[in-house]
């Protein structure tokens, strides 16, 4: 074991405090960035529980719910290209829904193909569901969304999009919503429901499926190349990437969650010096002798760097278990904390990065070291 | 072994006409007046005198840790002699390393480390040694020590007379020209006190180095070569007691 860390060992206690400040900010960061992850993660449903491998709609799309209509007529820009197996229409829009129990509430219409397996058709529509939806104007909306639409007030109620009645036909679980409600529906019902702002001849997308997702960049690219001034090609990923990130700086959320986060981080780095400071104080006349039998002070201070990184090592360790009781303490009241690899391997560089800093501000204790102190 | 003691004609280490002054104004104190002293290799020298009269201020010059306001401080390296504090700082940080040993009242011991551990950090972290050869210069050490059997206890789980040999063991353990005490005898009781006298004496007698002793306790005097005197920052050499 190094002298640093049988050090720390030994005074455990001493350094304890230092530990839980890493691991406390190690907890905040990973936590706040998985509950961010997780909630935008919702702007992106359309895309992410569908099975398109491209979405081809108006140019500089930014998020999945901002598309203008497009003609359909470039459906034939792409059907007939090598490698792409399928096409299908997409519309997708804001709607105004008025509720069964009164009062209106803003929602988002998903019109797709209703055929089984359809590149559009959410993937946890059921077969009898989708069935259902060929019914013009039916309508299918995620269960948690049954309240904020008015549904559990007055079921019985008459329920109108955009000035036209619709009738729920079923409800899917895990499609939470955001701004607004997502309103699953066939390409008929929402023609329909949407004809004053999606003209007749036009779709919102036109999603389609390609022989591999290798396949599909390159023929995003291809068609980028081609029609990229008045035609938007996304793959499913970079959509879907694009939308979360959009919606993540549109609302200024990373900002809040990075001042959170930066909270966090100044509170662990204060405390992570402190310890370290003290703590090198502590061993001050060890120090003094090993300076008067001519050991440089560098060797004192690298010990002390060294011991800065297994506080944050060691608290880091501690957090990782913390935050993963704390996710599904999240996910038992429906909280959905996205602790991606990319989130727990950021937030161990960021935190052991705070410790190591922290260690440097405490190197100005080695600098009061003095080897004539032992002989006062 | 031959006892070295008066055998070596010419000084390893001389201190020549130190000053050192403490304060300003009125309150301006002498520590030291005009202070020469030499320290030759193979003897144990005793410094004692009354508390403030300098003694430690003149071991702390002439180790190379406190600089004096005139003087200088010769120190014999390879048949050349170094002025220790004209000596740039990094320069002097060397000489220490290479030469000077160092006991104080205060044994300080990393309460984290093994008897062992404290002598190989010396050799590490100052001679760049293998922690192999570190491990086989310490067990040696210690050995000799009489603390073999203690090499794996930590400072807490030490006598005060083992912990002030391991603290011995530290200095001794990179074979310094010089070797410096400042009370190493005053926390103990006689018996260990003396295994430590008797020990420095050894480091002097047996090793060859010179060894600079500042104490208060005169049941020290049987055991030292020379004996000196500071009073009010002024050395005088006094003869040694005669007989056992």
Known sequence: MSIALQTLWHERSRYAAGVLAVAFSAVLIALQCGLLLGLFKITSIPIDHTTADLWIGSTKVQSVDLGKPIPMSYLSRISGIAGVTSVELYIANFANFAKPSGGTELCFILGSNTDRGAAGAATVLSPEQLDALTMPYSIIVDESDLKRLGFLDNPDGKVKINGKEVKLVGTVKGLKSLAAPWVFCSLYTARQLLNLIVPSDHVTYLLARCESPERAKAIAAELRDKYGSDMGTYTAAEFSYNSREYWLLRTKAGIAIGYAALLGLLVGAVITAQTLYSATIANAKEFAILLALGIPRWRISSMVMMQSFWVGVIGVALAYPTCLALRSGAAQVGADVDLRWEVLVGTAAVTISMALISGLFALRSVRTIEPMSLLR | ?244
């Not at chain 2, 193979?42 to 005139?70: F, H, N, R, W, Y």
């Not at chain 2, 002598?119 to 001679?127: A, D, I």
């Open chain 2, 1 to 244: 072994m031959i006892p070295w003691a008066g055998s070596s004609s010419s000084p390893s280490l001389q201190g020549v006409n130190l000053v050192r002054t403490y304060g300003d104004g009125t309150a301006r104190r002498a520590a030291l007046q005009q202070v020469t002293l030499n320290l030759y290799p193979g003897q144990l020298v005793l410094l004692m005198g009354p508390s403030g009269s300098g003694k430690s201020t003149l071991l702390a010059i002439l180790s190379g840790l406190l600089e004096p306001d005139s003087g200088q401080v010769l120190a014999a390296d390879k048949g050349q002699l170094l002025d220790v504090w004209r000596l740039s700082a990094k320069q002097r940080e060397q000489f220490r390393r290479k030469h000077t040993g160092f006991i104080f009242q205060g044994y300080n011991l990393f309460p984290a480390l093994t008897a062992r551990q404290q002598l190989e950090l010396v050799l590490m972290w100052g001679e760049n040694v293998s922690r192999s050869e570190a491990r086989r210069r310490a067990d040696e050490m210690l050995d000799r020590l009489g603390l073999l059997p203690n090499r794996h206890k930590k400072p807490a789980q030490l006598s005060g007379g083992e912990k002030q040999r391991v603290a011995i063991g530290r200095a001794l353990v990179k074979n310094p020209t010089f070797m410096f005490a400042d009370e190493p005898t005053s926390a103990l009781d006689w018996e260990n006190g003396q295994k430590v006298i008797e020990l420095l004496r050894d480091a002097a007698h047996q090793r060859g180095a010179a060894v600079l002793c500042v104490s208060h306790d005169h049941r020290i005097l049987p055991f030292v070569d020379v004996y000196y005197h500071l009073d009010d920052g002024r050395l005088e050499q006094r003869p040694l007691p005669v007989g056992p």
